[in-house]
């Protein structure tokens, strides 16, 4: 059985992509069979992952208007050693074009419904909103990663955000869980840090995940070359952190 983990933070600029790539790119070196699933339509999961947006003969869209399927769709492509889903810009039509559909929050559990059990993780790489696309992934998830920044307003949002996944919890999905609170961008030096890490702990307890990511200028600088900062700069203080994270993963999750 495969485990499908959705990252997820309404909020733009948390951390989401890069952590879902980098987290794909460090459980697949730990032998996982990984699958990313781009949901954005930005993109970026999958242009991180060395693919052309703008090249895609179809795309996650097509998968979840039932007009092409997972197998057809999925890449696999050298040197990154997961597969990708890819999404674009096509995805900001999904919003409408789901609306006509039937069961249109399953659409994607349905896609994955034929080849999940080829991976032993899927990550979901999800948009900077609370949309039907969102809507879609925590539908599908077993689970939910929840990349922040330890910043003043880091909890403001959070609790739309808890207020979905139970939603979600008890209309479809009732086991869906927190796999995690990620720490991403972090500089444990500041004394605001401290105060937002007490915060968090003392509100998710045992969520809080101990890994935390640092800023690190590798990490902004591998997707420009289209490859996971632990395939760019293997030895940088950001590679490491993500090698570090998948462990904690694979142990808290039984991957
Ligand atoms: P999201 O998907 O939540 O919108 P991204 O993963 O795209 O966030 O990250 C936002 C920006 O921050 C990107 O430019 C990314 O390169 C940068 N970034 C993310 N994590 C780090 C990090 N650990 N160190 C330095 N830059 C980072
Ligand atoms: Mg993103």
Do not use: W
């Amino acid at each position: 059985m495969s485990q499908i983990i959705a990252l997820t933070n309404q909020k733009g600029g948390v951390g989401k992509t890069t952590s879902a790539v980098n987290l794909a790119a460090s459980l697949a070196a730990l032998d996982r069979r990984v699958l990313l699933v781009d949901l954005d339509p930005q993109g970026h999961a999958s242009m991180g992952s060395g693919i052309d947006k703008h090249e895609l003969d179809k795309s996650v869209l097509d998968v979840l208007l039932g007009e092409a399927t997972a197998t057809d769709t999925i890449v696999s492509q050298l040197p990154v050693k997961y597969d990708v889903l890819p999404g674009n810009g096509d995805l900001t039509a999904a919003e409408v074009e789901l609306l006509d559909l039937d069961k249109r929050e399953s659409c994607l559990t349905v896609a994955l419904g034929s080849v999940a059990d080829n991976y032993d993780v899927v990550l979901i790489d999800c948009p900077p909103s609370l949309n039907m696309l969102t809507v879609n992934a925590l539908t599908a998830a077993n689970s939910v990663l929840i990349p922040l920044q330890c910043e003043f307003y880091a909890l403001e949002g959070l609790s739309a955000l808890l207020d979905t996944v139970e939603q979600i919890k008890q209309s479809v999905n009732p086991d869906l869980a927190i796999a995690g609170i990620l720490r991403t961008m972090y500089d444990k030096r500041t004394s605001l840090t401290r105060e937002v890490d007490k915060q968090l702990r003392d509100f998710f307890g045992d969520a809080l995940l101990k890994t935390t990511i640092p800023r690190n200028v590798k990490v902004a600088e591998a997707p420009s070359h289209g490859l996971p900062v632990t395939q760019y700069a293997r030895f940088s203080r950001g590679s490491q952190a993500y090698r570090v994270l998948a462990k904690e993963m694979i142990r808290r999750l039984s991957l």
